[in-house]
């Protein structure tokens, strides 16, 4: 399968999916990044992988000491180079998030809005790439849509499709946390026992903790 970021839900059409009309779908967006903020200090180097055109890097910003956004899509990352420009401890850089190029430099790694699954490929690889570019006991922050939240995430995603974002979305195929579009877009979640088998592989210190029943976190801790 292609990345359909790159290819397909990339720039300024990223950037509409986040006009949404639902305000449940605001609070949503707005409460993981309230509940990564909550857990910063305001000294913290910050990544995020999977940055899009900069919406949470941006929201970052007054709560940390830098913060780096990788995204895949050069369109996009143009894009996200003015969305960020009143932002001096910030940028933005196209990278792969399953080759990062970076030493042991951050003290936070976020990985956040179902990235696992937007980032095809083998998700404890992209956890791996994650843990490695973190300082010792540094923290990664991965989260997924809880199930609780699923009602309201299709409701996004006929949104989407109906604003010409995503394919129409097949019906007969979308269930049990997956959502399946006639163009090849699909979207997994990962369970709370998939989250604890992830956390067990990586060797980490792990925990789980759901938040405002719309989202999973895994978070891990990196050894000393």
Known sequence: MCNYYRQNLNSTKLFQVYQTKYPRIK?????????????LHGSEKVLEVGAGYGRIIKKLAPFSASVVGIDISESTVNLGKDYIKEC????IQVMDAYNLAFGEEFDVVLCLQNGLSAMK??????????????????KAYFSTYSPKFWNHRLTWFHEQANNGLLGEIDLEKTKDGTIVCKDGFISITFSEDTLKKLGEE???YYRIEEVDESSLFLILEKAE
Not at 27 to 39: A, G, M, Q
Request: proline share 8%.
């Open 27 to 39: 609070r949503y967006l707005d409460k993981e990044i309230d509940f990564v903020c909550r857990n």
């Open 88 to 91: 001096p401890n910030c940028n």
């Open 121 to 138: 490929g083998q998700p404890i690889h992209l956890i791996e790439q994650c843990m490695k570019v973190l300082t010792p006991r540094g």
């Open 202 to 204: 990586s060797g980490c």
